[in-house]
């Protein structure tokens, strides 16, 4: 796709096109190289046009970020209405296997959870800021009452402390186990400085049965 063709984009279907592809470039070059690492010139690269053209359509590398770290949310969201939907008598691990295996196969979103409060949301105007938290306060809405009606001991609060807890300790344990190559051959070279790596998807199993239970105890103790 040639520059003048992308910008000659006038019916509304073209314009949607377009933004597709440069989402489609931004999820592939970021699953490839890492959120952090890619740029807007990257993004204009894999497209095929120049930088201008991409900010016709969206008004910052950030906000293309934010566009897709929103539809992770609701794409993570279906993964666990797949695993969990019409179940009522869940126990907290094989909840916390669920957690653990979806966020595992969504790396794009575990890298975009780091990055969203850190800088996309930073970067983005007062109306962009507004729709994605929109969006995302729609899809955290929705897989708290699925947590909540598959462990009903949560309690409807519970339910929204478990997905607060749960990505915030994906995004952590996604960027610690996943360090750049300047690390990496770091603690190739010297093991005692990779102390601190974990495995992802094991640490975070663990840790997501230990906040459920916990939050199903204090519920009953309340």
């Known amino acids: 796709m040639v520059t003048s063709d992308f910008q000659r984009a006038r019916r509304p279907e073209h ?18 190289d890492g959120v952090r690492s ?6 204009a690269g894999e497209v095929g046009v120049h930088k201008s053209a991409l900010l016709r359509y969206f ?3 950030e906000e293309i970020y934010l566009h897709l770290t929103a539809e992770c949310w609701h794409d993570w969201a279906a993964g666990l209405h797949a695993a969990l939907d019409g179940t009522t008598d869940a126990t907290p691990a094989e909840v916390a296997d669920v957690i653990a295996r979806t966020l595992d196969e969504r790396p794009l ?18 109306d962009s800021v507004r729709a994605f938290k929109l969006s995302t306060l729609e899809a955290v809405k ?15 609060a ?17 960027q610690i186990s996943h360090p750049p190559e300047t690390l990496a051959q770091l603690y190739r070279e010297d093991p005692r400085l990779g102390h601190g790596v974990v495995e992802f ?22």
């Open 59 to 61: 008004e910052t590398r």
């Open 158 to 174: 519970g339910g929204r402390h478990v997905v607060g807890a749960v990505t915030a300790l994906a995004a952590s344990f996604w």
């Open 38 to 43: 890619v740029t807007l010139g990257d993004i």
């Open 109 to 126: 979103f575990c890298d975009l959870l780091a990055h969203a409060p850190l800088t996309l949301e930073r970067h983005v105007s007062l």
């Open 201 to 222: 998807t094991p640490r975070l199993r663990r840790l997501t049965e230990a906040v459920l239970t916990g939050l199903i105890s204090s519920a009953d103790n309340a």
């Open 142 to 156: 929705d897989i708290a009452a699925l947590f909540t009606r598959t462990l009903p001991g949560l309690g409807a």
């Open 15 to 32: 314009k949607e096109q377009r933004r597709d592809a440069i989402l489609a470039a931004a999820r592939a070059l970021a699953t490839r």
